[in-house]
């Protein structure tokens, strides 16, 4: 998944040889961040990316944030209703279940 | 591998976690127990009409396929292998025949369904762009370029376990339901009925990397729509006149 900013990097200014030779302790923007974050929830960051997102969260309020509100964001979808089955199709359902039993019985 | 830093393993109110095992939950089928049935069509049924509502376009279909689903759970229990979790399995079941209730319907399957892979395939993937506006950010040529030039504020009228007022919950539904049809397929299966990355993309056929492109998009829209509502004190209604 670092591939995605290896190659946004290509269309930005030329980079010194020192510092393309050490791109992966190259601090993290917020731009690219906040791209990250849902590969960062779900563990699927290889470590050393995970320790360049820890090390800016720590040091940014506005990530620190970014981050937060996202979690928030999946825990406000995790409080919208259920769409439940009508009592009929539920009825009908349950009434299946004991025909089913009696058949395979 | 980081550990999921929160929301990951979350399984609210379906039969998961500390609901019976798999194993015990078939047997309890096989000998006919009532109860077991009812709670399970209980606890899976709104993700099941959800997941058909993707491919159909009637709550009312949505429903037959649901029922016809259950009766496929009920006929395929004893051949039922263990493989997947019961659930996904009969997840999977509603897909396909939502698919095929689809194609009666005339209308396109809504995301990509295996095989097709990357933004720009099939599907409504969405394209490479960012998932936040660059406007938000300092642009390249400026001393802090890509660092925050509108920084999120947070959002101090949503405590932690806070009931949702009315309008709050419907900014957020809103929020949702205008979502790209597979967006809104994988938030919901992931952040509503707490499914795992591994089996949503058992069920929609989707790969892991696209799974969570679709996911991070979902995730970035729903916050961005929302930001405005609760930076304001609308979840309260406390704050505005």
């Known amino acids: 998944m670092r591939t995605w900013w290896r190659s946004r990097r290509k269309g930005g200014p030329a980079r010194s040889r020192k510092e393309r030779s050490g791109p992966q302790s190259r601090p993290l923007s917020?731009?690219?961040?906040?791209?990250?974050?849902?590969?960062?929830?779900?563990?699927?960051?290889?470590?050393?990316?995970?320790?360049?997102?820890?090390?800016?969260?720590?040091?940014?309020?506005?990530?620190?944030?970014?981050?937060?509100?996202?979690?928030?964001?999946?825990?406000?979808?995790?409080?919208?209703?259920?769409?439940?089955?009508?009592?009929?199709?539920?009825?009908?359902?349950?009434?299946a279940f004991r025909d089913w039993k009696r058949t395979t019985q | 591998?980081?550990?999921?830093?929160?929301?990951?393993?979350?399984?609210?109110?379906?039969?998961?976690?500390?609901?019976?095992?798999?194993?015990?939950?078939?047997?309890?089928?096989?000998a006919g127990d009532d109860d077991a049935f009812a709670r399970i069509v209980d606890a899976w049924s709104p993700s099941m009409l959800r997941l058909a509502r993707y491919?159909?376009?009637?709550?009312?279909?949505a429903e037959d396929v649901v029922q016809e689903a259950w009766l496929g759970v009920l006929r395929g229990l004893d051949r039922f292998e263990g493989r997947s979790r019961l659930r996904t399995w009969a997840l999977r079941i509603v897909?396909?025949?939502?698919?095929?209730?689809?194609?009666?319907?005339?209308?396109?399957?809504?995301?990509?369904?295996?095989?097709?892979?990357?933004?720009?395939?099939?599907?409504?993937?969405?394209?490479?762009?960012?998932?936040?506006?660059?406007?938000?950010?300092?642009?390249?040529?400026?001393?802090?370029?890509?660092?925050?030039?509108?920084?999120?504020?947070?959002?101090?009228?949503?405590?932690e376990d806070e009931v949702l007022s009315t309008e709050?919950?419907?900014v957020v539904r809103q929020a949702v339901a205008v979502l790209p049809e597979g967006q809104r397929?994988?938030?919901?299966?992931?952040?509503?009925?707490?499914?795992?990355?591994?089996?949503?993309?058992?069920?929609?056929?989707?790969?892991p990397v696209n799974q969570r492109v679709l996911l991070h998009r979902a995730r970035a829209t729903v916050r961005a729509t929302v930001e405005p509502y609760f930076a304001e004190g609308v979840v309260s209604g406390e704050r505005r006149p």
């Open chain 2, 55 to 61: 491919y159909v376009n009637s709550d009312s279909v």
């Open chain 1, 30 to 95: 917020c731009q690219e961040l906040v791209e990250l974050v849902t590969d960062y929830l779900d563990g699927a960051l290889d470590a050393e990316t995970v320790a360049r997102f820890d090390e800016h969260i720590a040091g940014c309020d506005g990530c620190a944030t970014y981050v937060e509100q996202i979690r928030q964001t999946a825990r406000l979808v995790g409080k919208l209703d259920e769409r439940h089955l009508s009592a009929p199709a539920r009825s009908r359902l349950l009434e």
């Open chain 2, 185 to 207: 397929a994988v938030i919901e299966l992931r952040d509503l009925d707490g499914y795992d990355a591994a089996e949503v993309c058992d069920v929609l056929g989707l790969t």
């Open chain 2, 168 to 170: 709050a919950v419907e």
């Open chain 2, 95 to 159: 897909a396909n025949i939502a698919k095929t209730a689809a194609q009666k319907e005339r209308r396109a399957v809504p995301f990509a369904t295996g095989g097709t892979e990357g933004p720009g395939g099939s599907g409504d993937l969405p394209g490479p762009g960012p998932s936040v506006p660059p406007s938000r950010f300092w642009p390249a040529g400026e001393p802090r370029a890509g660092a925050w030039r509108t920084p999120p504020h947070p959002w101090p009228s949503l405590p």
């Open chain 2, 1 to 30: 591998m980081a550990p999921p830093p929160g929301g990951d393993d979350r399984s609210p109110g379906t039969a998961t976690g500390t609901g019976p095992g798999d194993g015990e939950l078939v047997a309890a089928l096989m």
